[in-house]
Structure formats: structure tokens, C-alpha cells
């Protein structure tokens, strides 16, 4: 799992943080930054590569390196590391913390405001105090204030990325090692949140004792809470608290239908049972005054029961999906098993891990009609975005590679970058040359409203450009959707026949399922794209998925669940419309 990765990098970076504020010499400290990032980017996993004794094959892990990422990853601990922190004031290093916050100002604010703790650094930032420092001022303070507000709510919320393989994991383990009849994940988790507060598990059998002992000895917990053959409450890496719930089996569905809320569908559905006589909770659907019970134990007669179709997990949040169970209206939700395609994807001849081939065999592998290479544009210098010349160089590889993988068909694409004039990368000429264009925001993400929202419609009006990516830029915890006014972008997409994407890299998920909703009822094509940078990443497609579903789409809304004839006829008629 990726998170053993991330959590190796954090501690290489956390290494280098503590030398720098020593004083150490630049070239170590930096020895561990680069170690964490090419660590964090790796696609295998860390672990892996420890047991087969391979972990020096990671470019820039000496000796030195391989044997503390050994130790951390033997026995869960890092000496060397241990004695670093102590040398430190603790509140020093819990400064680190905050994104935006170097060593250097750490230091800083430490030394002149005797600032130890997030706390403290929270009040000293309120009152002012940290502008006058040397080198901060009011930017510097406003930003830093931000940031730690931001990290206040990530330390209590993991990402959809990182909580769903958690998941996954536990309840295989359960179903094999534990005496389980049922086991399955609900919470927020079940419904695709975002972000994910505490992990909700659910299970019976008829031993709960011997499932509590099991799940508790899992070795993913870190930490037992506590422990009782009703609820078992642990953590598992990075923090993630985990909750299980072991029912009887007659009340599994109640079970399963209660904590996979959302808490207001859930009130609205003991209204419903409310007004029949009924009594709606955690163990079942009973009548009121017999107390017999109505449900036959699985979830979707407690729905059934109530006069509605069962609600897919995603739609629970109250949201108008009570109305559509109850006259049969609800949404055919889109499906992984779908998508015919992913319309976004990197090779290395930008910034992507593997190659065109390799990227394209991935995704026929997948079970895939076609797959669009959108390799970055000039402009996009970081990530060595191809000019005019090279992407005609790609043209003819993808035109021979398509000879040879047929009837799976390699689109060449661009993610072009829209400038901050709103003028795109390419000339049309370029363009006419490709078999499908996608334009993105990477730069000038400042820009006020009434700009930003202008330089995104002059794009949306070339007719070459199919999809816009990523449309609101946000990073989910990390930076905030640019300020654009997307109810326009929607109508002229709409005017245009452009889709939007929904961006299933989990950090993104852009758009998120109340503006895929705005876009879908505007009559809006979504595109479902995993953006991936690597072979594996093709995998994100869930997330995206499970996102458009929150959106309520439909199959027919999504652009890359259209069969190849119809996908390039559908690119080929948007070209050459009015607009
Ligand atoms: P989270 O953990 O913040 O990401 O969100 P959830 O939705 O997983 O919330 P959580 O873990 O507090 O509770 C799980 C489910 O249990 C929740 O979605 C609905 C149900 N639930 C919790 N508290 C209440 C309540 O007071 N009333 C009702 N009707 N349901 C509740
Ligand atoms: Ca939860
Ligand atoms: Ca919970
Ligand atoms: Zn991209």
C-alpha cells in the first residue's frame, strides 16, 4: 500500500527539516528531501523493495539511507531519528508541522517569541505578533494562519485515496481471519465522501468476542482505543481511527443502512417510519406497538419497507434522493464497468513515469476500447510540456502503434495549457492535427473572478478543445478552487458542447459531485478521467467514478463511456459546430 511509501517520506523530510535547523551542511539535508520525494513518487511499494533487499535501486539511497529506511521499516522506529527530535525542544518540531513553515522561520519564531507549540503559534499569529520578525511581515503571517487552520482540519480527516485501500484491507482481512458471517465498510467512507473522518466497519457473526480479537490484533492497528464485543475502536497509520461494529445478523441491514448515514438521510428515513407507526434504528425495523420486526435483515428492505428503491450509498445525503427512491425517479448511477476509456493520461515524454507503449498496453490491459495520451504543452516548462515538433513526433508512434494494438485505439491528445490571456498553447493548425484536445489551468491560479472566468470561456470557444480538465484547480486540504464563476463556465460548456472533467486523481476529485450535478443538469457531458501519470494510476478510475456518482451521472452524461465510433463522432461533430 502507497501509505507506507508516504510515510517514509514524511520521515526523510522530517530528517531534513530537524538538520536544517542544526545548521547542517546543504548537501546532506538535501540528500533527504530528494530520498523522500523519489520515495513518495515510487511505484512500488517502499516495503516491498526492503524485503527483497532492492531498496538501493532508488535513485539517490546510498548505503547510509538503505539501512535507516530498514530500521524504520524492521521495527517501526528510526534511532537515529529519536535522538535527532530529542536534541530539539519538542514544540519546535511540532512548528514543522505547518506547511509554509521552513526551519529557518521556525527557528525564528521560537527563539524571539518563545513560541513551543501550535497553540501558542495559533494566538502569537492573531495577535500580530509574528510580522515584525525579520524576514515574516503581514503576508507571511496571513498565509501561515491559513495554513494552520487548514492543518487543524487535515489531522482529523484523511483522504477518500488513502481511506478506501485502508479499508479494503481490513475487511479481506476480517472476511478471512475472523469467524465473520458479513463484514463491509460503511460511514462516509461507504458514501464517497471526499474525506473520511473516522473508518466505520461493520460486522457479524456469532462469536463477537473472537471478531473483536481478531480485529484488534490486526496488523494494521497501531493503537487498541478500546475493546468490547459490541464496538472495537483502534488506529491504524498516519492516525486513522477505525471504529467496528459486530451485530447480530437479524440486524445487519438496520446496521449497515444506520452507520452508512449520511445522519440527515438518516433522520428523514425514521420520519418515514415514524409516520407509519414504525420505529426506525441500528437494530431493525420494528412496529411500534408489537414490536415485531418488518426488515428481513438485509438493507434493502429496510428501503423497501418504506415505500422506496434502495438508494445507492453515494445519493445519501438528503439531497432530493428520498423524493426520486419514492416515485421510482432515482438516477442509473454510472458504473466502473462503463468507462470505455481514459481521456487523460502522461507518458515520459513529459512528466509521466512510463512510456507511450507501456501506458497504452496498460490500458488495454484494463479491458479498455481506447485510451488518450495528453501529454503537457510547451508552456508548461516543470513538467517539460512538448512543443508543436514533438507532438508531431508523437503523432506517427501513435499512428504506428495503432497498427499493431487494433481495434484498441491510442488517441493523440494534448492537456494544452489555457495562458492567463485566456489564448491557448497551441495554433489551430496544431490542433487539427490531433485526435482529441483538453485544456487546463496551471498558472496565474490568482487571477480574480471576473478574469479567471473570461480566460476560461475564450477557451471553451476554440473548437478543437473537447474537455476542460480539472475546472475549479482545487487541491483537496491543500489549495483552494481558483475564483472563477463556474455557473458561467457550465452555460457556455453547455453552448459549446465542451465537458467537463471529473478529475479522479484523489487529492482533486474536480469536479466533486455537487458541481458535476450543476454541470450534468445543465446538459453538460462529464468526462471521467484518472490523469495518471503511471501505468498504476490508471486505477484512480474508482475514485472519479464514485465521485460523478455523488454528482448523480448517468452513464449517458459521460463522454469517455461512449463506445470508439461514437467518441470520435461526437469529437468530429463538436469541431464542426457553431459555437
Ligand atoms: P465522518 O466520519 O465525519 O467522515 O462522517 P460519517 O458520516 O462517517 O459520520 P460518523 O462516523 O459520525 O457516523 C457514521 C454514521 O452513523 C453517520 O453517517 C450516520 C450515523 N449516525 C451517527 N450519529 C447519528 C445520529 O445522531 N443520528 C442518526 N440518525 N445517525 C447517526
Ligand atoms: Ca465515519
Ligand atoms: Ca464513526
Ligand atoms: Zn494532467
Redesign the pocket.
Known sequence: MATRNQEVARLLEHIADLLEIKGEQAFRVNAYRAAARRIEGLQQDVEDLFLEHHLRTIPGVGEALEQKIGEYLATGQLEYYERLKREFPPGLVALLAVPGLGPRKARAIYDHLGVANLEQLERALEEGRVRDLPGMGEKTEQNLLRELHRLKQRTT?QSLGLALPLAEDLVALLARQAPVERVSY????R?A?E??????LLASGRDPEAIAEAFVGLPMVVEVLSRGPARCSVLAPGGQQV?LRIVDRASWGAALQ??????AH??RL?ELAVRRGWKLNEYGLFDEQSGKRLDDGDEASIYHCLGLSWIPPELREDEGEIEAARVGALPHLVELADIQGDLHTHTDWTDGAHSLEEMAEAARARGYAYLAVTDHSKSLGVARGLNAARLMEQRRLVDRLNHTLAPFRVLLGTEMDIKRDGGLDFDDATLERLDYVSASIHSGMSQGEAQMTERILRALRNPHVAVLNHPRGRLIQRREAYEVDLEAVIRTAAACGVALEVNGQPNRLDLDGHWARQAREAGVRLAINTDAHATSQLELMRYGVATARRGWVERKDVLNALPLDELLATLRRKRGAEC
Open positions: 480527516r460503511a460511514g462516509s467512507l458514501r465522501r474525506t473520511i473522518g473516522d473508518l466505520d471504529d444506520y452507520f452508512t448515514g449520511s445522519k438518516n433522520v425514521r
